[in-house]
């Protein structure tokens, strides 16, 4: 059963509002006078958080990650619109046409976050030309990933797809212990149930487990609970078809001719 959401009735400290991207490079001065604006709120998975809190708070993720769907109630059909990770904000929708938002905010682990009123967000957006500096980046980042996300679903396969949302999502593992030569290969992704690839490829979960197995069969990746482990890079990066660098993908060494 899902429970309501908690609040910490205490402010922000600096350290933690230069977490966020769109505030890192603020002026020390400035990010102070920010912090005090700012509520630390934490949201447990399993919470239940109402979409009309976007109409009156605007949210930065410190840790953790989340989701943000939307559902079909005719079909019960959900398609993932976002997936967020610490340095995150939002709702960037409601932020800049003030019109509700109606989402599902589903908490994948422990979340915490900063909040600030959504009037005071838009002051300083407003105000501050230098924030409004470091906020139009991260606008155009969001923008041109919704781009991207439209694009893959009318113009690639699943495997594609999948095999580009797995990279996107792509983190190192930290306690990797094997040899060095072989450390490039060895990549996770938390937190993506088969379910949760499908909503976010616009699959269905047989085919996305279908395609997991093929992978991981092929020595690819491997598959566990909730988690994926990249163990051939290359071969999913073949699969992409992407035709730039990815920002996140570390350097692989020169092959030997």
Not at 57 to 79: A, C, M, Y
Not at 137 to 152: D, F, I
Not at 238 to 253: D, G, H, S
Request: charged share 25%.
């Amino acid at each position: 059963m899902n429970k309501n959401v908690s609040h910490l009735p205490q402010q922000a400290n600096p350290v933690l509002v230069k977490q966020a991207n769109i505030f890192a490079d603020l002026p020390s001065k400035l990010i102070e006078d920010f912090q005090q604006e700012f509520q630390l709120d934490v949201w447990r998975k399993g919470d239940y958080v109402n979409s009309d809190i976007l109409m009156q708070r605007f949210f930065v993720v410190i840790d953790g990650q989340l989701e943000i769907k939307q559902s079909n109630p005719d079909t019960g059909r959900e398609v993932t619109l976002d997936m967020l990770y610490a340095g995150d904000c939002f709702d960037l929708m409601v932020l800049l046409d003030n019109q509700p938002h109606n989402v599902i905010i589903s908490p994948l682990t422990s979340v915490k976050l900063l909040s600030v009123k959504l009037d005071t967000m838009r002051h300083w957006l407003w105000t501050y030309p230098e924030f409004n500096q470091q906020f139009m980046p991260y606008l155009a980042q969001k923008m041109r990933e919704k781009e991207q996300q439209a694009s893959n679903l009318i113009l690639h396969d699943v495997p594609t797809r999948l095999s580009r949302i797995i990279l996107n999502h792509i983190n190192k593992i930290k306690f990797y212990t094997g040899s060095k030569a072989q450390e490039h290969q060895h990549h996770l992704v938390n937190g993506f149930n088969d379910d949760t690839l499908a909503r976010m490829t616009g699959s269905v979960r047989q085919v996305i487990n279908k395609q997991l197995q093929l992978w991981k069969k092929a020595g690819t990746l491997d598959k566990k609970r909730n988690q994926l482990i990249v163990k051939d890079l290359e071969a999913l990066e073949a699969e992409a078809k992407f035709t730039e660098k990815l920002p996140n993908a570390p350097l692989l060494p020169t092959k030997k001719r």
